[in-house]
């Protein structure tokens, strides 16, 4: 399985984004996959999570009401639209995806998936 992120970059507060996780090589169905991200000198931390069927999703409190995470299954692509970017928000942005599924409440934890892309840098400055 690859993951692949996109769309990264240097935007001013206030301003959106839309990034991009595509997968290759999926044989299974992987239940959920999630955004994390970090910043230097910090924990990798959760941001949002989609259910592979897209009926569900997740947020971090901190971005709750500005990002939104969706799913375009026939590409095997999630994307993550942020809005109303904050210089908190700068970070690497990285996808994720389970090998096997675990239970809802554990979904927000970063050990809780296998796979994970190479991250993609969202700076947020004016």
């Known amino acids: 399985v690859q993951l692949v992120e996109a769309g990264g970059g240097l935007v001013q507060p206030g301003d959106s984004l839309r990034l991009s996780c595509t997968a290759s090589?999926?044989?299974?169905?992987?239940?959920?996959m999630g955004w994390f991200r970090q910043a230097p000198g910090q924990e990798r931390k959760f941001v949002a999570r989609?259910?592979?069927?897209?009926?569900?999703?997740l947020y971090a409190d901190s971005v709750k009401g500005r990002f939104i995470v969706s799913l375009d299954k026939a590409q095997n692509t999630m994307y993550l639209q942020m809005n109303s970017l904050k210089p908190d928000d700068a970070a690497e942005y990285f996808c994720?995806?389970?090998?096997?599924?675990?239970?809802?409440?554990?979904?927000?934890?970063?050990?809780?998936?296998?796979?994970w892309g190479q991250g993609t840098q969202v700076t947020v400055s004016s």
């Open positions: 989609i259910t592979w069927n897209g009926f569900n999703t």
């Open positions: 994720a995806l389970p090998a096997r599924r675990r239970i809802s409440s554990t979904q927000h934890l970063a050990t809780s998936y296998d796979y």
């Open positions: 090589g999926l044989t299974f169905n992987p239940y959920y």
